[in-house]
């Protein structure tokens, strides 16, 4: 399994942003992130897949709920992944996890956390209003 190290996050008001960074103890080909609330189960909200076939080096995918607010981008190393979080509303509040798997699967495409095998501690995000 890969290590992962998660920082940012915080707390501030709606409309505002913040970045998340995850890096990996080593290079995983598909990488992501989850967010979780106390009612709610783990929904995915942005997967990143890097390989050499893919124009620009990168596919990436996003929830509905997120999808032209939140962009998900990888460093050279491509050891650590981004999440830029823009125009922040309360319902992005949660407990944010990065999420590294080894291939691609159907299962990143999708969001779901099952195409996942190693995660992150896990960094609130608290959005008020």
Known sequence: LVELAQ????SVQTGRSLRLSCTASRY???MGWFRQTQDKEREGVA???SDTYIPGGSDTFY???VKDRFTISRDDTGNTVYLQ???LKPEDTGMYYCAASP????FVRFLNA???FSWGQGTQVTVSS
């Open 114 to 116: 099952r195409g996942f």
């Open 85 to 87: 979080m823009n125009s």
């Open 28 to 30: 995983s080909k598909a």
């Open 7 to 10: 920082s940012g996050g915080g």
């Open 63 to 65: 929830s509905d709920s």
């Open 47 to 49: 997967t990143i897949y």
């Open 103 to 106: 291939f691609y699967t159907d």
